[in-house]
């Protein structure tokens, strides 16, 4: 399939990264969001960020000219009509997303495929709102979008492997590196991630340190480029807790039956039967003792918006 149109939802952070990459691998773009000056604002980013690749001479000044000319935005859905692919990325809610899914639907072409940048939604909730879920993919971007090398491609269990395969070839054609997650809660890299910067913002709130203290012992003790405080920062701090919620809600049904079934069919009954046995039950008495200790500390870790402040720089 010859992808020429991309389209992308939201002219935010990511948003107009995505927009960026796009131009730069030479498609064009459209960039929706509900207000022009928010397209605008978007506009404004790529423009700085080319700006200062033509001054490090990344990129010739033809080059930016270029890249800008090759994207429009515009404020009327309507207008993916003319998109070959797109992808969302407005604001992580849930009920949101579900709408915009279904106006997707109903606006583009059969063939498209309408992929989101979620960080934590169900990719499989997504695809139920539209008619096609074997063409709805998670294409998680990580931010700022024109520097990281990461695409998380997430499949439902409905997408199908020629959206995968296009997805997948779409990321290395932005000049990304895919690498594949299923559809769980927080997929890869929010799944573990989120938990670090919560137990992070746990130590700033119980004084265990200082926000640059904690930031300084993730960077040179573990060699994390940024701090977790700071790395929520660039991140904006509305979506950790976002994440988390939803994260902790879908864990805490999905975390038991998968853990016992592994053990269950795990085939432990060999030649010591009658020992394996009563090892077998007392491994699923500490496994699902775990799973509940496990769903509680997510429930008590996670933070209610109001209650995240940080300082770190
Ligand atoms: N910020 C990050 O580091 C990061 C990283 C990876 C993924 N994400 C995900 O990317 C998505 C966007 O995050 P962001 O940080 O760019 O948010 P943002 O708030 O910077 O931008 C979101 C944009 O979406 C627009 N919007 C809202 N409703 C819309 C609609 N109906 N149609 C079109 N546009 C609409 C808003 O006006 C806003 O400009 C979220 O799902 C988020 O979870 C964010």
Not at 76 to 93: I, P, Q, Y
Not at 141 to 153: R, S
Not at 248 to 258: E, N, S, V, Y
Not at 271 to 277: H, L, S, Y
Request: aromatic share 6%; net charge neutral; hydrophobic share 45%.
């Amino acid at each position: 399939m010859d992808i020429n149109t991309f389209g992308v939802i939201g002219a935010g952070q990511m948003g107009n990264g995505i927009a960026q990459v796009a131009a730069a691998a030479g498609l064009s773009v459209i960039m929706s969001d509900i207000k022009q000056e928010f397209c605008d604002n978007g506009m404004a980013t790529i423009t700085k960020n080319l700006d200062r690749m033509v001054k490090k001479e990344k990129i010739k000044d033809a080059d930016k000219t270029a890249i800008l000319g090759r994207i429009t935005t515009t404020t009327d859905l309507n207008d993916m009509a003319k998109v070959d692919f797109l992808v969302e990325a407005a604001v992580e809610r849930e009920d949101l997303k579900f709408n915009i899914f279904k106006d997707l639907d109903r606006i583009c072409p059969e063939h498209v495929i309408l992929s989101t940048n979620t960080s934590s939604i169900p990719i499989g909730r997504i695809a139920a709102q539209t008619s096609r879920p074997d063409k709805v993919i998670g294409m998680h971007f990580m931010n700022p979008v024109p520097v990281m090398k990461l695409v998380e491609v997430i499949r439902s269990i409905a997408t199908s492997d020629e959206t995968f395969d296009i997805t997948w070839k779409l990321s290395e054609k932005f000049g990304k590196t895919p690498a594949e997650a299923s559809d769980y809660p927080g997929f890869i890299a929010n799944r573990i991630l989120l938990p670090m910067i919560n137990e992070a913002v746990f130590c700033l709130y119980q004084g265990v340190g200082k926000a640059e203290d904690i930031d300084t012992v993730m960077r040179l003790g573990m060699n994390h480029p940024m701090g977790p405080l700071a790395l929520a920062d660039l991140i904006g701090l509305n979506l950790p807790p976002a994440i988390m919620e939803t994260c902790t809600t879908d864990l805490k049904f999905q975390m038991a039956l998968p853990v016992a079934q592994k053990i269950c069919g795990s085939g432990l009954a060999g030649k010591k039967k009658d020992r394996q046995r009563a090892d077998l039950s007392k491994s699923v008495l500490c496994i699902l003792c775990l799973c509940v200790v496990s769903v509680s500390w997510f429930q008590v870790r996670s933070c209610p918006p109001d209650q995240v402040v940080l300082r770190s720089g």
